[in-house]
């Protein structure tokens, strides 16, 4: 039998949301030291109807692991199988923040940097700063605000 699929099939430069995600989930842990963690859960949501329109939510959580693993979901984002456009479903003062003129409008990314650009607005928002201030804070063994830099 004759292969049939092009030599470059697995070739890729792409990097999926969810690893872009996953990758700075994992540095907030090691930024607080693993007293406020970031996890990323996945869900497929199948339109039997028109498969060409499946799509992934990923929903990006802070969690305190020694408050009974508390989670707080900071945004979620929804992407097509071909994973462009990205839309972004946000905490609501999140929201007010990014989009300040009436917070109704929706965040969407066309690109893997456009993207990038809009997780390092909701990661550097003072709602993002200011929940996990909260959680180090309620944490048994957090001493002061030296103990963990930003």
Same mark, same amino acid.
């Given at each position: 039998?004759?292969?049939?699929?092009?030599?470059?099939?697995?070739?890729?430069?792409?990097?999926?949301?969810?690893?872009?995600?996953?990758?700075?989930?994992?540095?907030?842990?090691?930024?607080?030291?693993?007293?406020?963690?970031? #996890?990323?859960?996945?869900?497929? &949501?199948?339109?039997?109807? !028109?498969?060409? @329109? *499946?799509?992934? /939510?990923?929903?990006?959580? $802070?969690?305190?692991?020694?408050?009974?693993?508390?989670?707080?979901?900071?945004?979620?984002?929804?992407?097509?199988?071909?994973?462009?456009?990205?839309?972004?479903?946000?905490?609501?003062?999140?929201?007010?923040?990014?989009?300040?003129?009436?917070?109704?409008?929706?965040?969407?990314?066309?690109?893997? #940097?456009?993207?990038?650009?809009? &997780?390092?607005?909701?990661? !550097?928002?003072? @709602? *993002?700063?200011? /929940?996990?201030?909260?959680? $180090?804070?309620?944490?048994?063994?957090?001493?002061?605000?030296?103990?963990?830099?930003?």
């Amino acid at each position: 039998m004759s292969d049939l699929w092009p030599k470059d099939i697995a070739r890729t430069a792409l990097r999926a949301p969810v690893t872009i995600l996953r990758e700075q989930a994992s540095l907030l842990g090691e930024k607080t030291q693993y007293l406020v963690k970031a #996890e990323v859960t996945t869900q497929s &949501l199948d339109n039997r109807f !028109n498969p060409s @329109k *499946a799509e992934f /939510v990923h929903s990006f959580y $802070l969690s305190a692991p020694a408050l009974d693993d508390y989670r707080y979901q900071l945004f979620a984002i929804t992407h097509p199988v071909d994973l462009y456009p990205v839309d972004f479903d946000l905490d609501e003062d999140i929201q007010k923040e990014l989009l300040p003129k009436n917070g109704k409008e929706a965040l969407s990314a066309q690109t893997q #940097e456009e993207l990038v650009d809009i &997780l390092g607005k909701i990661l !550097n928002s003072g @709602k *993002a700063k200011r /929940v996990v201030h909260a959680l $180090l804070a309620q944490h048994p063994s957090f001493e002061s605000a030296e103990a963990v830099s930003f």
